[in-house]
C-alpha cells in the first residue's frame, strides 16, 4: 500500500475555487491510479474523479464535470484536484485513494490506500 496526505481544503464562498493536493510516499507513484473521494455528512463516500497511473484517462462523476479537474506529476509523487465554481452541496470530507495500476481506474471498489481526508466548506 501507499501512504497518502491530502491538504488545500478550507472554507469557500458558492463560486470560488479550491485546490486538493494529495502527497504520496511508500512506492512508486505511478503504480498507482489515484482517485478523490468525498463524503457529506449522512451520506455514504462517493468517487469524485479518478485519474490513470500515466495521467492518460481521467473519469469524473456527472455532478463535478465541467468544473472540477484532475491531474497528476509523477515526478512530484502528488496528484491535485481543481474544484471551480464549487457549489454548497460539493461540502463534504475529501479523500485522496489509490488502487493499483494492474486494476481499472473507475471502479471504486479498486481503491486501497486512503488519505485521512480534507474538509471542503462551501458557504451559500
Known amino acids: 500500500q501507499v501512504q497518502l496526505e491530502e491538504s488545500g481544503g478550507g472554507l469557500v464562498q458558492a463560486g470560488g475555487s479550491l485546490r486538493l493536493s494529495c502527497v504520496a510516499n511508500g512506492r512508486t507513484f505511478s503504480n498507482w491510479h489515484m482517485g478523490w473521494f468525498r463524503q457529506a455528512p449522512g451520506k455514504e463516500r462517493e468517487i469524485v474523479a479518478a485519474?490513470?497511473?500515466?495521467?492518460?484517462?481521467?473519469w469524473y462523476v456527472d455532478s463535478v464535470k465541467d468544473r472540477f479537474a484532475i491531474s497528476r506529476d509523477n515526478a512530484k509523487n502528488t496528484v491535485y484536484l481543481q474544484m471551480n465554481s464549487l457549489k454548497p452541496e460539493d461540502t463534504a470530507v475529501y479523500y485522496c485513494?489509490?488502487?493499483?495500476?494492474?486494476?481499472?481506474?473507475?471502479?471504486?471498489?479498486?481503491?486501497?490506500?486512503w488519505g485521512q481526508g480534507t474538509q471542503v466548506t462551501v458557504s451559500s
Open positions: 485513494a489509490a488502487a493499483n495500476y494492474r486494476r481499472s481506474y473507475a471502479a471504486p471498489l479498486n481503491y486501497d490506500s
Open positions: 485519474i490513470s497511473w500515466s495521467g492518460g484517462s481521467t
